[in-house]
């Protein structure tokens, strides 16, 4: 990713407070790996947009309805 390259407005997170990996590497509710999860927070901004585009093109975050 390019310096100059503006990134889109996101939430400080992708977490709906819908968690799960009980089953799986994979939360339920966000779509981030339990990795991505633990690391979230000390992730640089770019990081982050690509995990953000992953989740949003597999259909996450979820949020019980």
């Keep these: 990713m390019k310096k ?10 992708p977490c709906v407070a819908v968690c799960s990996t009980t ?6 509710g966000c779509g981030r ?4 999860v ?3 927070v000390s992730m640089a901004p ?4 690509r995990v953000w ?7 996450y975050p979820r949020r019980n309805k």
């Design 4 to 13: 100059a390259e503006k990134l889109p407005e996101r939430p400080d997170t």
């Design 23 to 28: 089953f799986d590497e994979i939360c339920r």
């Design 33 to 36: 790996s339990v990795v991505e």
């Design 38 to 40: 633990a690391h979230w």
């Design 46 to 49: 770019a990081d982050k947009e």
């Design 53 to 59: 585009k992953r989740i949003l093109a597999e259909g």
